[in-house]
């Protein structure tokens, strides 16, 4: 709001002591690192980074933000496998949401603050910023982004793409009604339509770029409507991995076939 409108009361708000108290923002909790549809701590500290990083606007701001900053970068080190704050898969999956189901969302969701920051340390021409003791080049930062959305794009002990309809192996037995649904012409009421949820047979429809669930944390994936948790899309998670992709893509990094190159 304070960037659409330059009225400084956004700032003051965002940057009150005790706001951050009440949201637990400095607070050293893992799960509150982690961006996600109940967690919006790290979008929020990024875009704070951003406002001191490109348009401080000094005292009595300053300060505030300097520790969001702070607490930014180190959201950034966690996503490194070797500080070894989260565990990751034999494949290469992040496991941000500690091996339950729909990882993808939160992964897709991470991936884009990570491509992000690296984005905004470039643009002031700052080339990386320090995991003590470790001096971390935003060229890792958008690597582990990369990696993620590699995975997710077939690039895992499966050889499988987790979105529908791209590569040549994907889900065919989503979780959704349109799609398990033939079109037939016929009306089905919503205990009608479960016949099509339990059937064995592919879906009749594709669900085109819809992004699944995901695998479980061994990397295995349950192709059934029936394990929701792994064949399910959302609308959460598709917005986390549009979002990832042109964060990664439309800083000149292109799009490989089923990598992100």
Known sequence: MYYATGNTSYVSFATDPQLAERAKAFYDVLDLSVFSWDNKLPGAGLLLSR???????????????????????LDMCKYFRRFRAFNFTRGGLALFNH???????????????????ADY??????????????????????????????????????????????????????????ASTPHNRIKYSCTGGYKWRDTKKANPNVIMGAMVGGPDRNDRFNNSRMTFGQTEPTLVGNAGLVAALVAITSSGRGVGVGTVD
Not at 57 to 71: A, D, F, N, T, V
Not at 99 to 117: C, W
Not at 147 to 170: A, T
């Open 51 to 73: 406002l001191l990083m490109f348009l401080n606007p000094g005292y009595p701001y300053e300060q505030s933000l300097l520790r969001y900053h702070k607490e930014t970068g």
């Open 99 to 117: 091996g339950r189901g729909q990882p993808l969302q939160y992964v897709v969701a991470n991936s884009f603050l990570a491509a992000l920051f």
């Open 121 to 178: 340390m470039e643009a002031i021409n700052v080339p990386g910023w320090n995991c003590r003791p470790n001096f971390m080049p935003n060229e890792d930062l958008c690597a582990f982004a990369k990696s993620q959305l590699n995975y997710i794009l077939g690039d895992n002990p499966r050889k499988m793409s987790y979105v529908v309809g791209f590569g040549n192996k994907y889900p065919r037995h989503v979780h959704h009604r349109g």
